[in-house]
C-alpha cells in the first residue's frame, strides 16, 4: 500500500512518530512523498533518504537529545548570560548541534542536497518570520537566491526546527535584484524559524497535487499527528520567558487542530503524548519506550479499519463540500 505520508512537528514527542512509523510498516504501509515541521521534518527526512521505522527507533532511543543544547562561554554566566545571548543571537541555543546530527545520518545514505532525493520526493515547513509567510522547501527557497536543488537537507530541517528563542533563527539574506529599489541594511535579512508557528501538521501539501490527479491516480495522504492537549490544564505564567512558552505551545497544539478535527480524521493518526513536553530533552528511556509504544498502538487502531476505496470516498464528498 503505498501513501503519501505527513508528519506533525513536536520536539522530542516524535518518538510516538517513530512507534506509528513502525506500525505502519508492519501493516504494509509505504511512503512515496513525506513532509514535515520541525521534529516531523527530522522523521521525513529519514525517511526519504531511506531510513526504516527500527532503524530510526534505535538512532532516537541512542540519542541524548540534551546534547543538542550546546552551551557556550555564555552560559557559564548564570541568568544574565543566557539573556545576553538571547539578547544578541535571538535564541538560547546554536541549533548548530542538531544539524550536523541530522546531516551526519542522512549522509550514511548518501544524502546531502534536495537534488540527490526523488523530485518532490520530500517537502519542510519553514516561517519567515520577516516577510511573515509560510516556506514550503527546498522550493520556496529560490525567493533567497538559492538553488532548490542544492539546497541541504539538514539546512532546512534546522530552519523548520528551529522554535523561537530556544534555538538561534537562521538568517538569510535577500538577493538583489535588477531595478529592484535598494533596501536598508537590517532590512536585507530574512529570519528563518519553526515551521509550526505558521503550520506546524501541514497535511494539506499534497492536496493540491492530489486534485490535479484523476481519482483512480490519487495517491492518498495519512497524517502523523501528535496529540496532548488537557482541557481545563492551565500552564503556568510566571514572567515573560513562560508566557512566551505558553504563547509558542499554544500556537503550536492548537492552530492546527480546528482544520483537522473538522474535516481529515479520517485521514489523521492521532497520537497521544502522555504528557510528554515539546522541550523535554532530558526524556528517560522509559518514557520514551512507552510513547514509541503508544503511537504503534495507534497506528495499528487506524489502519485495522483504514482503507483506499473508503479514504477515496471521502476525500470525494470534502472536495465537493469545499466548491459548494
Known amino acids: 500500500m503505498l501513501v503519501n505520508a505527513v508528519f506533525e512537528g513536536g520536539g522530542v514527542k516524535a518518538i510516538g512518530l517513530v512507534g506509528a512509523l513502525k506500525a505502519a510498516e508492519d501493516r504494509g504501509v509505504r511512503f512515496n512523498k513525506v513532509a514535515g515541521t520541525s521534529s516531523g521534518a527530522i522523521i521525513a527526512s529519514l525517511i526519504a533518504s531511506g531510513y526504516t521505522a527500527d532503524e530510526i527507533e534505535k538512532i532516537l532511543l541512542q540519542t541524548p537529545f540534551t546534547s543538542f543544547l550546546k552551551k557556550t562561554l555564555w552560559h557559564r554566566v548564570r541568568v544574565v548570560g543566557p539573556m545576553v545571548r538571547l539578547f544578541i543571537k535571538k535564541g538560547l541555543y546554536s541549533g548548530e548541534s542538531l544539524e550536523f546530527w541530522i546531516k551526519g545520518l542522512l549522509q550514511q545514505k548518501g544524502v546531502r542536497t534536495f537534488g540527490d532525493l526523488k523530485p518532490n520526493q520530500l517537502r519542510i515547513i519553514a516561517s519567515d518570520i520577516s516577510d511573515g509567510r509560510i516556506l514550503v522547501l527546498p522550493e520556496d527557497i529560490r525567493n533567497y537566491g538559492v538553488d532548490p536543488q542544492k539546497l541541504e537537507v539538514a539546512s532546512a530541517v534546522r530552519m523548520s526546527a528551529s522554535l523561537p528563542y530556544f534555538f ?157
Open 168 to 324: 538561534d533563527p537562521v538568517i538569510y539574506r535577500k538577493p538583489l535584484r535588477f531595478k529592484e529599489k535598494p533596501l536598508h541594511f537590517k532590512q536585507q535579512f530574512v529570519y528563518i524559524v519553526d515551521g509550526g508557528i505558521l503550520s506546524n501538521f501541514p497535511l494539506w501539501i499534497f492536496d493540491k497535487e492530489s486534485a490535479l490527479q484523476e481519482r483512480t491516480n490519487m495517491m492518498p495522504t495519512v497524517g502523523f499527528q501528535l496529540v496532548g492537549m488537557k482541557e481545563g490544564v492551565a500552564r503556568k505564567i510566571y514572567g515573560p520567558f513562560t508566557m512566551f512558552q505558553a504563547l509558542l505551545a499554544t500556537m503550536m497544539d492548537a492552530h492546527d487542530e480546528r482544520y483537522i478535527e473538522d474535516h481529515n480524521r479520517f485521514r489523521t493518526i492521532k497520537i497521544p503524548t502522555l504528557g510528554v513536553q515539546t522541550t523535554q530533552f532530558g526524556i528517560s528511556r522509559e518514557l520514551s519506550k512507552k510513547l514509541y509504544d503508544s503511537g504503534y498502538s495507534a497506528a495499528l487502531r487506524f489502519f485495522d479499519k483504514w482503507s483506499v476505496s473508503a479514504y477515496m470516498s471521502q476525500y470525494k464528498n470534502i472536495v465537493q463540500k469545499q466548491k459548494v
